[in-house]
């Protein structure tokens, strides 16, 4: 046994030292283009638009007071309803009033019987006379009767027409349409119609249209001014220049207006402006009181390209793209930026809608790095919503 283990190990270095060498490692195959996707943008007639704080007010504001005193016997509308204009709002105690109707009938029906009196009297006249029945003083006494029965009659008639209109006045109406305030007075309560010492009853503000004001900086204001004089945008005075509002809760500008004027100065106190729009408002969703945004051209039409802010890389104050050079590899191509429009930002100089913009890869590509340009794929299309079952 002893004997035999020598011979075994023996024989296995033997065999060993027979084998073949191993084959070397292949060496690591060199690395090829890195693949990246690329966007190409195509030029969009696009204009500036500026943003302002706003407030939303009534074209027409009306305090609605009584026109004859007594006590109100009715109120005729809900607080917070829409009312047309010549709408009943209050009616007061009309029994008043037509009393003094009646007692002006009854003056209109004298004068009138004293007007037909004199009509016969001055009638004959021209006959007594020829007649020397009567003087040229009972003459002109005559046709000065008459003249005097004339206008007691118009003295009359007026002042029935003035007793008509009191009576009319003891339904107090709305002189404009829009929306009504909660009643300050109810059934009971006497009021004033008394010149300067009326009683105020509610009020009524106008819905459709609504005016917006802003106050414009004087620095924006005097740059549209340049602009409307140089003809790259409208005179509000001649043409409608188009705003946009946007109102608390609502995501997008969804209110189209018009400007209508500037004030005649800018205020020194504030460095501003006032402008006023007018907004459509049929459905009432503008309310008189509210603050809103409001926006309106700031440049005449343009063509720009638009590029999505996640693809603009900052060096110090540097902006810049990655773009595929005319040699298929990475290169940094500054820009210059304006403004944002419709979520995107407006590339002012840098970059010709023929330049190739590298969309993946921005955080490990280094520039001058070869690479293989593939179309950026469309956007997935949002899910459709699946029925309950």
Request: aromatic share 6%; proline share 7%.
């Amino acid at each position: 046994m002893k004997l035999l283990l020598p011979a075994l190990a023996s024989a296995t270095l033997l065999l060993a030292s027979c084998q073949p060498p191993a084959a070397p490692a292949a060496a690591e195959a060199p690395r090829g283009p890195m693949p990246v996707t690329v966007l190409q943008l195509q030029p969009r007639q696009i204009a500036d638009w500026d943003e302002f704080s706003a407030r939303i007010e009534p074209t027409d504001s009306v305090e609605i007071r009584p026109r004859v005193t007594g006590y109100i016997n009715r109120v005729a509308f809900e607080s917070g309803q829409l009312v047309k204009a010549g709408d009943v709002l209050f009616e007061v105690d009309p029994r008043f009033e037509e009393a003094s109707l009646a007692v002006a009938d009854a003056a209109l029906a004298q004068a009138q019987a004293r007007l037909l009196s004199a009509a016969s009297e001055a009638k004959r006249v021209d006959s007594l006379l020829a007649a020397r029945a009567i003087s040229n003083e009972d003459a002109d006494t005559r046709r000065n009767a008459l003249a005097a029965a004339q206008a007691g009659v118009r003295s009359a008639d007026a002042s029935r027409n003035l007793a008509v209109l009191n009576l009319d006045f003891t339904k107090v109406r709305s002189p404009i349409s829009g929306r009504v305030s909660r009643a300050l007075q109810t059934p009971g309560n006497y009021v004033s119609g008394v010149a300067g010492f009326t009683t105020l009853l509610t009020s009524v503000v106008s819905v459709d249209p609504m005016h917006v004001y802003a106050s414009v900086d004087d620095a924006s204001y005097l740059r549209y001014a340049k602009l409307i004089r140089e003809k790259t945008l409208a005179d509000p005075t001649t043409k409608r220049v188009p705003v946009e509002l946007r109102i608390e809760g609502e995501d997008g500008w969804n209110h189209q207006g018009y400007i209508e004027s500037f004030d005649n100065r800018i205020d020194a106190a504030s460095g501003s402006i006032t402008l006023r729009a007018v907004f459509p408002n049929p459905d009432g969703s503008l309310v008189a009181g509210s603050f809103a945004g409001l926006r309106l051209p700031g440049s005449g039409s343009y063509q720009a390209l638009l590029i999505d802010e996640k693809y603009i890389g900052t060096n110090q104050d540097v902006k810049y793209l990655m773009v595929v050079s005319a040699t298929s590899t990475a290169e940094i191509r500054p820009v210059k930026l304006g403004r944002n429009f419709e979520g995107q930002r407006v590339i002012l100089s840098g970059l010709t809608p023929e330049d190739r913009i590298i969309t993946s890869g921005l955080q490990v590509l280094a520039p001058g790095a070869p690479v293989q340009a593939l179309p950026t794929p469309p956007p997935a299309a949002a899910p459709q919503p699946v029925a309950a079952q």
